[in-house]
């Protein structure tokens, strides 16, 4: 499966949705089509979906969790960000992936845009200054 996103993006979704708490789990039905159904129905709601696997899940299938995470995405077309230990976080986004991934080429490119100008150096007098200032203290 093609990673959408580069790291930097799902780095910062790793560190804002670490912390919430699963919503959806796979249990001893596996993936049928009730469970993917939810998980497209949260994911379209929220866009962001942590899931959690219970043992007879991966009893069931046959899978490790890892597997089954990344069939999980596929299967629902979200973005994997993160397996950890019986967990994983899907992404998606609410607005469509076209959409969402034109929107952060547009963010990258104004960036690059933005280039720093190069500072104005200025040459200070510095013994006309003291000349000037000198006067009023006499």
Known sequence: MEKRLSGKV???IRARYY???PRA???????EEGVIGELNTQLE???VLKV?????????????RK?????????????LIEVRGKRFIL?????????????????????EKREEKPVKKVRLD???FRRKFKKGRD
């Not at 959690?52 to 490790?64: Q, V």
């Not at 597997?67 to 973005?79: I, Y």
């Open 10 to 12: 799902r780095r910062a």
């Open 52 to 64: 959690e696997i219970r043992k007879g899940a991966l009893i069931s299938t046959g899978l490790d």
């Open 126 to 128: 510095i013994a006309g």
């Open 45 to 47: 709601r929220d866009g």
């Open 67 to 79: 597997n089954l995470a990344e069939k999980v995405a596929e299967m629902t077309d979200s973005e």
């Open 19 to 21: 912390d919430i708490p």
């Open 25 to 31: 789990w796979i249990g001893k039905r596996g993936l």
């Open 91 to 111: 992404f998606r986004p609410r607005e469509g992936w076209e959409k969402y991934l034109r929107r952060l080429r547009r963010k990258e490119l104004s960036k």
